[in-house]
């Protein structure tokens, strides 16, 4: 579910290390909301990541 309709942003996917050096495996999700879209005239839910909403990449439905 983490990932964005819009852009195609997803999960990544790196290594936490701790105070002793000990590497653990650890994800960064998207801020991904749920919100209603305007595709093709007919409004719908998505989710759509944060920076796709603040840039106004999609119409928001009212």
Do not use: D
């Not at 942003?9 to 960064?28: A, C, D, E, L, M």
């Not at 920076?51 to 990449?57: I, P």
């Amino acid at each position: 579910m983490a990932k964005c309709e819009v852009c195609g942003k997803g999960v990544s996917f790196g290594k936490k290390y701790s105070h002793s050096h000990i590497r653990t495996n650890r994800q960064w999700k998207p801020n991904v909301q749920r919100v209603k879209v305007v595709v093709n005239g007919t409004p719908r839910k998505a989710y759509v990541c944060t920076r796709c909403l603040r840039s106004g990449k999609i119409e928001r439905a009212i």
